[in-house]
């Protein structure tokens, strides 16, 4: 099955630095990858995702590329603010045909944490 | 609308106990999961509906019970549940997978589960 790794497990950066968090998955199948913000107690949320025909998607601080390749996969955050603050989920997913259903394997989250 | 509700938000049961926890959406997205959380981990998959039929059993213990009594509800039947179940249940749901495409996932808030 899939396997997501993602680093790092913690980052902590200052106001206004940038952030960068890398997945990287084994599935070639996987043709799907969002990115999942969860604060304390919230559900998860996307705030990014990119398709694998695609290497590179942008919205306003936030950034994902994708290589196809090497199999991997990175979430970049400009002028981090203290609101950024949470656990960050990269995932990979894939449809399995004879079911016409897709599946998610998440990475295990890095926690993010913007200082003022 | 663009929520998946979960009810309850909080349940505590005794390991002899039956409960359901319920998800709704009214989006009319034809894939609906089901997602453990435990503390400081990822969603784990646990059920996959696709058009009302279950699509993915990941190998989850019979003490839970998925249904799906129509395109709008998912059900999540609980009983003789231990202290280890206890998590974060999440439902999710999205668009029908189509042309081999994964869509984003719409995630509920939860149903934190304590098992006494």
């Known amino acids: 099955g899939e396997n997501v790794e993602q680093h790092p497990s913690t980052l902590s950066v200052q106001e206004g630095d940038s952030a960068v968090i890398k997945c990287t998955y084994s599935?070639?199948?996987?043709?799907?990858f969002p990115w999942y913000k969860q604060e304390l107690g919230k559900r998860p949320q996307l705030i990014i995702d990119?398709?694998?025909?695609?290497g590179e998607k942008k919205d306003q601080r936030i950034a994902v590329t994708l290589n196809k390749t090497a199999k991997h996969f990175s979430l970049h955050i400009t002028e981090t603010q203290p609101e950024d603050s949470a656990v960050y989920f990269c995932?990979?997913?894939?449809?399995?045909?004879?079911?016409?259903?897709?599946?998610?394997?998440f990475g295990d989250g890095t926690t993010l944490t913007v200082k003022p | 609308d663009t929520e998946v509700t979960q009810t309850p938000k909080h349940l505590v049961m005794g390991m002899t106990n039956k409960k359901s926890l319920k998800c709704e959406q009214h989006m009319g997205h034809r894939a609906m999961y089901w997602y453990k959380q435990k503390a400081k981990k990822p969603p784990e998959l646990m059920f996959v509906?696709?058009?009302?039929?279950?699509?993915i059993n990941e190998s989850v213990p019979s003490r839970f019970s998925p249904e799906c009594p129509n395109s709008s509800l998912l059900n999540l039947h609980l009983h003789a549940l231990q202290p280890e179940d206890s998590a974060l249940y999440l439902c999710?749901?999205?668009?029908?997978?189509?042309?081999?495409?994964?869509?984003?996932?719409?995630f509920g808030q939860g149903t934190r589960l304590t098992v006494v």
């Open positions: 990119i398709r694998s025909n695609v």
């Open positions: 995932a990979a997913s894939i449809i399995w045909v004879y079911t016409n259903a897709g599946k998610s394997t």
């Open positions: 999710a749901s999205s668009q029908r997978f189509s042309g081999l495409v994964n869509t984003e996932a719409f």
């Open positions: 509906y696709s058009y009302e039929k279950l699509s």
């Open positions: 599935d070639s199948a996987s043709n799907y």
